[in-house]
C-alpha cells in the first residue's frame, strides 16, 4: 500500500452531507437519499437543502448551501443537468470537498449535453470540488453508514464495488441478499467519470481498510495504461475481481451504445488484466461467488486440487470442471491413502476424488477427519468437498445433526489453522442446515452449484500462483535496454521523410541489440553478383525489393526465392525492378535486400502494438491459420518480465506445437523468450516505434530465424 | 410414438408392490419404502414380506412372497446379494412382473461378484421376472404415487429421470424443491443394468405420457448404437435432455472407478447425441433450469433473440452470452422500431436489446407490450426479458406491484398464443415476488442467472433448428449404395490374405462408387517408364512404394515426389525398391503407385472408425495441426444424412478455412459433403470394411484430390 492518501476517503466516508435538491417527494432521490441515511444510522450531519422546503423527515431544510451552519465533506445533487456547474461553484464557496451528481443530459446526449459537461469540468476545477458522476447511480458506504441508494437489504461487509451499470450493483445486492453472509464496503457508479475516474475509484478501494476485495463491472476502460499501473499496486496485498461486459462484437455494439467509452478487445484486456494479477470472472452469476471466496478464504499455492465426496456423481462432475478449469487432481501420498484407510469404509476409494462410499452416511464427521488428512499432504495445494455435507441428518436420521455440527466446526478450525483453502459444495446449500449456515457465520462459503465452487478454486489457485510470482516478476522485470545512437539515427532519418523502416533498417535495429540475425545484404543495382556469391557460397538466397513505397512486396512481384549463382540473381533482379515499376512507377526503389533461405520450422508471429486504451502491446502468437482463423495469440502490456514472457507460450491453445509435433524436437524456447523480452525492450527505448512486426518468425530446435520484420514510426 | 409399449409400464406404474426384507427399523430402506409409499398416498396394495416380522405401520407382513393374498406387479427387494437368485425365482411363481434391487455386491467388487450376478441374470431369464438394478438406487414414478426412495420434498410433474448416480437424482430433488416449480414424473436408478438397461427406460420415458422431458445423467453408454437409436424415435415429439459425466481425462478416470462401462470420448460422444436430436448439458446446474424449459416453452425456430432490458448492464451480458452460445441478436425491423417509439421514452434503445431506458420504472406494463411488439416481428426467433421485472414496486414504490401483476398477465396471455418462446431473467427470482409466482406458475420459468436463461435459448433454438430439418433429415438419408462385384473380391482377398486393402485398392473401391479420383498406374517392375510419360505427359508424379507389409511409406524411404521423364522415374524406382529392402528385408512389394502429383489445396480428413460402443462413426477435420493438436474434428453416426454432413463443415472452429481465407477462394464444399456422404455409404455397403482413412483429401474451389486413401478389413 503507498503512503499517498486518496482524496476520495473524505468525499466517500463523509462526517457531513448535504443533499441539495432535497424533496417532500417519496419517489424522488432527494428524498429517498435522506431516508437511507437515517435508516442506515448514519452519525454524521445531514443538511437538506431546498429553497421552498422547511422539513423533511424530521430534519431542519436549508434554503441555500451557504446557509449550512457547519462544514460540509460532501454533497449528493438531486437537480437537474443545467444547474450543476452553478452549484458546483458554490459548493466550492463552502468548502465542500467532493459531490455526488446524478443528473443525466451531459456528453451521453450530444453535442449540447458535452458542452454543458466542459462546463461542469470547469467549475469542478475552479471549485476544487471533486465530481463523482455526473450521471452517476449514487454511492453507499457500509462501514461510515452512508447509504445514498436507500437500498434496505444491503449489509456491511469486505466486498467493495465499483460499477458502471446501477442495475448490475442492484443485482449483486440482490444475490448478496439472498446468499445472507454476502455484505458490501463501499460502492460508486463512476457515471461520465467527468472529473473523478475508475483509477481514483479503484486507489480507493485498495486503501481503504473496510474492502477486503475489489470487485469492478466494467464496460469500457478509458485510461487502461493507468488501470493496470494502480491494479497492480492493489493485488499483492488485495485481490481485484473484473468483470468486463461487451465480451463479444455483438456485446460490444451494446455496450458501445451505453457508455461513451472505448472498448478493446476483450481477449487482450483479459490478457493484460491478469498480467497485474486480477481475477477476471467471465460470467456474471460468478461474480460475488468469486469475490466472496477471494475475500474469505487463502489462496492456493498451486494447481493440485483433493476431492472428497460422499457419491460417486459429484466426485466425477468436480473432477471434469477441475480438469477444465486447467486445474489439476492432486496425487495423494501413500501415507495419506493409509490415513484414509484407517476411517474409511472398505469400498471407499482412496485415490482423489476421495469418495466415502458411506462412511459419512451414519457419521458425517468423518469428513472433517477426511479434509485434515488430505489437507496436510504436501501435495495437495487445495480441498474441495462436494456433496451433502449439512443434510445427512435430513437424508438419513434427525440423530445425525449433533455429529454434522461437530464436523462443521472442526472443518473451521481446520480452515482457521491451514494455510489451504477449503470450497465446500452441498446439495443442500439452499436448505441452509445449521451446519452449513456455521460454516458460513465462519466464513467458509458454501456453494450449491459445483460449477461455481470449481471456478472459485481456479480463481484461489489463480491469486495463489500470481502471489508466488510476485518476487520473480520483480527481479525479473527490471531489464532495459539503452537506445543506440545508429538506430536512433535511422529512426530519425525515417521519420524525417515519414515514412518507416525499411526491412534492412529495422533488422539492423534489432541486431544493434543482440537479436541474433542472419548475414543479410543490401545491393543497389546489378554490378555486385560476383561479391553476393562469394559472401553467401552455395546458400539458396530470397531477394526482396526495398522501396518506402511498396508495402506488400510479394504483391508487386518483389520476391524471389531460392537463387543460387550470379545468373540467376541477375535475372531475379532484372524482374523485380521490372515488377515494382509495373506495380508502382512512381515508386522510389532503393535496390534489393538479399538473405538465406530459412530452413523450415515453426512458425510463429510477434507483433507490438499501440492501443488506445492500454498503451504498448505485445502480441505473440502461433503463425498461419493458427493466428489469423482461431485467433490463438497472447497478449502482455509492456514493459514485460521473463514470467510474464514465458506465461505467453503456456497460454497458448496450440502450445504443445512449440513442443513438438509429428516427431518434431521441441522448439529453443529460451530463445524465444530472450526474443520476446528485447522486441519489448527495444520498444520502451525508442519512443519513435509505434508499431513491430515480426512475422514470420521460425523457431528451431536451436535458435530462431526472423525472417521478415516491420518497425513502423510514430508519425506525430 | 411406436405402437409398442415399453414392458417397464406395468412395472414403473404398478397397482401392487411387495416390500421383500420388509423392516421395523426406520433407518433400512425395508421401512423407508413403505413409509415413502404411505405418506405418498400410493393407492395400490403394499405388501410387507418379511419371516420374522407381523406388523409395519400398520400393514400386516407375509412371511413369504407366496403367502401373499392377491397378484404382485413389483417386489422392491431390500435383501443382500446372495438372496437375490432364489427371491427371484419365488417371485417368478408368484408372477411379479419386475423386481428392484438395492443390494449392491455384484460386478462391482470382483470375480465372485460377477458370477453372482450370472446368477441373478439367469434366475431373472428363468423366473421372466425382470430386474431393475441391482446396486440401485430404487425409482419412484410419482404420477403414480410411487415412491420408494421416500423422498418428502418432491412434487409431480414432467421431468422423468434415468441417473447412474443416486446422489445426483437427490441433487436434482434438492434443486427442484428449492425452485418450488419443478416435478418430477419418473426415476430409475439403472444400476448395475444387468437386466433392464438403460435404453429400455429411455424407451419407457419416450411412452410415459406423464413425462416432458426425459432427462439422464449418465457415467457411460453400454450399448450407444441403441441408444441413438432409442432416443432418434422419442426427440421428433419429446426433448432428450443428457448430462455425460466424464467429460474430461480426469472426469473418465473418476468415471471409470465408479461404473464398469466404457467411456468414449466426450467430444464424439455429444456430437452423435446432437446428431439425433438429444439437448447435451455441459454444466451439471444447468440440467434442470435447461430441462425444465424445454418442457415448458415452445421450441424457437432459429437463432435470432431479441432482449428487452431495463437497463444497459444486463442487456449487454445477455447480448454477450447470446453470442458466445452461437446465437444472433435479432435485427429488429423499421415497424417494430416504430411500434416500441411509440410506447418508449425517447432516450429508450430501440436497436436490440431494447433498452426502455426507465420507461417501466413508473410503468411496469410496458414490458408486456414491449414483448408483444418485439415477439410479433418475424425477425425474431424468441424473446428474452432481463432486468428487474418482478421487483418495481420493490425498488420504486409499492403502488407498482398492481401494474406489475397485469404485466405479468400479460406475458403469460402472449406466451400461451405466440409460437416464440419467452425467457424470462429477473434479479428478483429469488425474492419470489408475486409477478414472478404468477409467470412461474404459468409455466414461464423465471432464471435468476442471466447465462442459465441464455442456456436455455440455446437449448430451445438447437431443438427447434432439430425439428425443423427433420424433414429434409428424413428425406435426405435414405441413399445408400450397392455393393459392388469387384471391389467385394479385393476385401475377400485381403482378408483371406489378412491383410487390409492396398492403396491403389483402396482408390478403386471408390472409385467405383464414383468418387472422382485422378488416373493412377501401379508399375511392377522397370520396364514401363515411356508408357508412363505417354500416359501422364510432362505433369510432375508422385511414386509410392505398394506393399502390404510397409504401413509408413516414408519411413522406408517409399515416396518420391515430383519426378518428370523417365530417367527420373527409373532413378526413384531403384531407390524405392533399395529402401524398402533397406527397411524390411521381409516386406513383399507389389510395385510402385503413380499418380500426378495434387495441386495445393486446403487439407482436411476424412475417417470412419468402429466406436466400441457407438458403431461406426463418421470424423471429419481439417488437416495437420488443426487435427493434431487443437483436436478440431466433427463426428457423426453412420448412416448420416447430407444435412448432417453439411452440419459437420459448419462446426469446426476453423471453418472459415473452407470459405477461404489470406485472399484464397472457397472450397467446393457440395463435393466435400458429396465425398462424405459417399463415405458413409460405402462403409454401410461393406461389412467387410473395419476402417477408412482418407488423409489428406485436398480441397480446391472445384472438387477435390484424395492424396491417400486406407481401407483396413475387418479381421474376426
Known amino acids: 500500500m503507498t503512503a499517498a492518501q486518496s482524496f476520495l476517503h473524505a468525499i466517500l466516508a463523509p462526517d457531513s452531507i448535504a443533499i441539495i435538491g432535497a424533496s417532500t417527494d417519496p419517489t424522488k432521490r432527494g428524498y429517498t437519499a435522506i431516508l437511507g441515511l437515517i435508516q442506515g444510522g448514519y452519525q454524521g450531519r445531514i443538511y437538506p437543502v431546498n429553497p421552498r422546503a422547511k422539513e423533511i423527515l424530521g430534519l431542519p431544510v436549508y434554503p441555500s448551501i451557504e446557509a449550512i451552519d457547519g462544514p460540509v465533506d460532501m454533497a449528493l445533487i438531486c437537480t437537474p443537468a443545467a444547474s450543476i456547474p452553478q452549484i458546483l461553484h458554490d459548493c466550492g464557496q463552502k468548502g465542500v470537498k467532493g459531490a455526488v451528481v446524478l443528473a443525466a443530459g451531459f456528453r451521453e446526449t450530444g453535442a449540447s449535453g458535452r458542452a454543458l459537461e466542459q462546463e461542469l469540468v470547469a467549475a469542478a476545477h475552479a471549485s476544487g470540488v471533486r465530481v463523482i458522476g455526473p450521471n452517476t447511480s449514487g454511492m453507499f458506504n457500509l462501514h461510515k453508514r452512508v447509504n445514498l441508494l436507500a437500498l434496505t437489504a444491503v449489509k456491511p461487509g469486505g466486498v467493495g464495488i465499483i460499477s458502471q451499470s446501477g442495475n448490475m450493483l442492484l443485482a449483486l445486492a440482490m444475490e448478496a441478499e439472498h446468499d445472507g453472509y454476502i455484505g458490501f464496503s463501499t460502492y ?351 546458400t539458396p538466397l530470397v531477394m526482396k525489393v526495398v522501396s518506402k513505397d511498396i508495402l506488400h512486396k510479394s504483391d508487386a512481384g518483389g520476391v524471389k526465392l531460392k537463387l543460387t549463382g550470379a545468373a540467376a540473381l541477375q535475372q531475379a533482379y532484372e524482374q523485380i525492378m521490372q515488377g515494382a515499376r509495373a506495380y508502382n512507377a512512381e515508386a522510389e526503389v532503393h535496390g534489393v535486400l538479399l538473405a538465406p533461405m530459412a530452413h523450415p520450422g515453426v512458425e510463429v508471429i510477434i507483433g507490438v502494438v499501440q492501443d488506445p486504451i492500454f498503451g504498448p502491446v505485445l502480441m505473440f502468437g502461433l503463425g498461419g491459420v493458427l493466428v489469423e482463423v482461431l485467433k490463438d495469440v497472447a497478449f502482455r502490456a509492456i514493459p514485460l518480465s521473463a514470467n510474464d514472457a514465458r506465461s505467453m507460450l503456456a497460454q497458448l491453445a496450440g502450445r504443445q506445437i512449440l513442443d513438438g509435433v509429428r516427431g518434431q524436437p521441441p522448439v529453443d524456447k529460451d530463445a524465444l523468450v530472450d526474443l520476446i523480452l528485447k522486441v519489448a525492450q527495444v520498444v520502451q527505448a525508442y519512443p519513435e516505434i509505434a508499431e513491430v512486426d515480426l512475422n514470420p518468425v521460425l523457431l528451431y530446435p536451436d535458435g530462431y530465424a526472423v525472417v521478415d520484420a516491420r518497425i513502423i514510426t510514430r508519425k506525430d
Chains 1, 2 share one sequence.
Not at 252 to 274: I, P, Q
Not at 310 to 317: E, F, L, V
Not at 333 to 357: G, W, Y
Open 188 to 538: 460508486v457508479g463512476p457515471g461520465n467519470q467527468s472529473d473523478v475516474g475508475f483509477n481514483d475509484y479503484l486507489q480507493y478501494l485498495g486503501e481503504d481498510p473496510g474492502t477486503q476485495v475489489a470487485v469492478l463491472y466494467v464496460e469500457g476502460f478509458s485510461d487502461g495504461r493507468k488501470l493496470l499501473q494502480v491494479a497492480s499496486q492493489i493485488t499483492p496485498h488485495k485481490p481485484v475481481v473484473i468483470y468486463k461486459s461487451g465480451s463479444t462484437a455483438l456485446g460490444e455494439k451494446s455496450a458501445a451504445s451505453h457508455t461513451g467509452a472505448l472498448t478493446g478487445s476483450y481477449a487482450m484486456t483479459v490478457d493484460l488484466l491478469r498480467q497485474v494479477g486480477v481475477t477476471v470472472v467471465h460470467r456474471s452469476d460468478q461474480i460475488l461467488p468469486v469475490a466472496q471466496s477471494l475475500a474469505k478464504l487463502q489462496p492456493a499455492r498451486g494447481k493440485r486440487i483433493a476431492i472428497i465426496a460422499d457419491g460417486g456423481g459429484q466426485a466425477t462432475i468436480a473432477a471434469d470442471r477441475i480438469a477444465e478449469a486447467g486445474l489439476e487432481l492432486a496425487e495423494l501420498a501413500t501415507t495419506t491413502r493409509a490415513r484414509l484407510a484407517e476411517i474409511l469404509f472398505a469400498q471407499a476409494s482412496l485415490n482423489n476424488p476421495v469418495d466415502v462410499a458411506g462412511t459419512s452416511d451414519a457419521n458425517p464427521e468423518v469428513m472433517a477427519r477426511c479434509i485434515e488428512i488430505v489437507g496436510a499432504d504436501a501435495g495437495v495445494d487445495a480441498v474441495m468437498l462436494v456433496g451433502m455435507f449439512g443434510g445427512y441428518h435430513i437424508r438419513f436420521d434427525q440423530s445425525l445433526l449433533g455429529s454434522e455440527i461437530r464436523c462443521a466446526a472442526a472443518m473451521v478450525e481446520y480452515a482457521a489453522s491451514c494455510s489451504k483453502p477449503l470450497v465446500v459444495h452441498s446439495i443442500y446449500a439452499e436448505r441452509r442446515p445449521v451446519a452449513l449456515s456455521l460454516l458460513r457465520e465462519s466464513g467458509i462459503p458454501v456453494h450449491g452449484s459445483i460449477e461455481n465452487g470449481v471456478e472459485v478454486l481456479r480463481a484461489l489457485s489463480e491469486r495463489g500462483c500470481f502471489l508466488a510470482s510476485l518476487p520473480a516478476q520483480q527481479a525479473s522485470s527490471v531489464a532495459q535496454v539503452q537506445a543506440q545512437a545508429t538506430a536512433q539515427q535511422s529512426l530519425a532519418q525515417a521519420r524525417q521523410s515519414g515514412r518507416d523502416l525499411l526491412e534492412f533498417e529495422a533488422k539492423d535495429l534489432l541486431r544493434v541489440h543482440g537479436v541474433p540475425l542472419a548475414d543479410e545484404l543490401v545491393v543497389r543495382d546489378d554490378q555486385h553478383w560476383d561479391a553476393v556469391v562469394q559472401k553467401f557460397g552455395t
